[in-house]
């Protein structure tokens, strides 16, 4: 994939991943669009990266429409999608007090919101010589995580989600990649106790999906995610154990 000149719409793109893949897509010759719920950061995020700044609260369905309407009208289209915006909170379910919301704010930015944004985009995605989607799911996605677990069961949404359209929009021309990335140095886990977990630089995520853009590798597993990849399907239940007592090792 060449990306010089090429339209890119990041959400959740104003800290952590998102943040560095719009400062690696704009080295790349490419005009990136940054959307976050946070105008103040979005709009100091923007204009240190130089980039375009939407607010843009993804969970509602009128801010997608109206994200898109205005790349739309102050782009004239879009080639690339990247769906990385994300919550996470680390609970014990049955001593959570706030537990309902933090339900439903995981769900709705982590799951329904990647999935609908990306339904809204294939209007202009199709008219792209060269279109394509990403998903940021995570590692997690192949192996739970007690102590995330609607984080979690998100990410695994995700990742069946992106397999199904994957084979979908072979038909529209559009391809469909996915970033599975390890636990990442970023403000989202900066309050996240992983335990035997090593946080991974973003940059290091970036590059490892960059390369997969260029060599149309669609399912990118970064870092410690290989791990989990394979150990999932070789010892299911032992990588769950293990992974549940991980924050006992310090």
Do not use: W
């Not at 669009?33 to 700044?53: F, N, P, Q, Y």
């Not at 990742?159 to 996915?178: M, S, T, Y």
């Amino acid at each position: 994939m060449n990306f010089k000149s090429k339209i890119v719409l990041i959400t959740g793109g104003s800290s952590g991943i998102g943040a560095a893949l719009a400062e690696r897509f704009k080295a790349e010759g490419c005009r990136v669009i940054i959307c976050g719920r946070d105008e103040t950061k979005l709009a100091a995020e923007a204009a240190r990266m130089g980039v375009t700044a939407v607010c843009c609260d993804v969970s509602k369905l009128e801010d997608c429409k109206n994200l898109l309407d205005t790349v739309h009208r102050d782009f004239g289209g879009l080639d690339i999608l990247v769906n990385c915006a994300g919550v996470m909170f680390q609970y014990d379910l049955p001593h959570a007090p706030d537990g309902a919301e933090k339900i439903r704010t995981e769900i709705e930015i982590n799951a329904i919101a990647p999935v609908t944004l990306t339904y809204l985009a294939l209007p202009l995605l199709q008219k792209s010589k060269a279109a394509a989607v990403v998903f940021v799911s995570s590692g997690l996605a192949y192996a739970a995580f007690a102590p995330t677990p609607v984080y979690s069961g998100t990410k695994a949404l995700v990742h069946h989600v992106a397999q199904c359209l994957r084979h979908q929009f072979k038909a529209i021309g559009i391809q469909l990649f996915e970033l599975l990335p390890p636990v990442t140095d970023t403000p989202m886990a900066a309050e996240m106790n992983a335990g035997a977990f090593k946080k991974s630089p973003p940059e290091d995520v970036v590059n490892d999906l960059i390369k997969a853009l260029k060599a149309g590798k669609f399912e990118v597993s970064s870092g410690q995610s290989k791990q989990l990849r394979l150990m999932s399907r070789l010892a299911p239940r032992f990588l769950f154990d293990r992974m549940a007592t991980a924050l006992d090792k310090k």
